[in-house]
């Protein structure tokens, strides 16, 4: 949150999070931050002083109390798909950052082993491998071998892609008719 890098950067105290940040609500959230204040000094209670508290406060009346699952889901079901293997890779750990979540790296590993594509993940499992970022990198030069490999299927060393573009067998285009004195017969 860029509000706790300035607290960071600033080296502010914790009685003055509250204040410095509630100095910079405008609109809707200054009138919900002042209704909250007056509805706590009317009942009796204590003010928010600290930081998390406020955080709290925020999160409970602006964060839809279904918003945790949903991310759950998202992490749950996140697969590599059309993205690269770093871009899957930093999608999983925004989503990790996101829910707070800080799983052991066994569980980061097999998180990220199960949503990898099959070509990639069939390769990488069979190579060793210390953590989390030794495996993502395996991937990529694995995923960047992927790339360069032709994707048609092939049948010894003819490709059906090239037949069906109008080639013959060898790859090449066949070539037209012939008369006996070997001039080209056109159609």
């Excluded at 999070?17 to 009317?42: C, D, H, M, N």
């Excluded at 990639?120 to 060793?128: M, N």
């Excluded at 490709?159 to 573009?165: E, I, V």
Aim: hydrophobic share 35%.
């Amino acid at each position: 949150m860029k509000v706790e890098q300035l607290f960071a950067c600033q080296h502010t105290s914790k009685e003055r999070k509250v204040p410095l940040a509630t100095l910079s609500f405008q609109g809707y959230a200054l009138y919900w931050w002042t209704s909250l204040v007056r509805e706590k000094r009317i009942h009796g209670d204590p003010p928010l002083e600290y930081w998390n508290d406020l955080k709290g406060a925020l999160r409970k009346r602006h964060i839809p109390s279904y918003y945790e699952r949903e991310l759950m889901d998202k992490l749950q079901w996140l697969r590599q798909g059309s993205m690269s293997v770093k871009e899957y890779r930093q999608q999983m750990e925004l989503l990790l950052l996101i829910a707070g979540l800080r799983e052991e790296e066994i569980t980061s590993i097999g998180r990220f082993l199960s949503g990898l594509n099959m070509e990639v993940r069939e390769k990488v499992k069979l190579l060793p491998y210390g953590d989390l970022d030794d495996l993502v990198q395996l991937c990529v030069k694995v995923e960047q071998q992927l790339k360069r490999k032709p994707t048609s299927k092939s049948y010894g060393s003819h490709s059906y892609a090239k037949k069906d573009q109008g080639q013959g067998i060898l790859g090449v285009a066949p070539s037209k008719p012939k008369d006996d004195k070997g001039k080209t017969i056109e159609k």
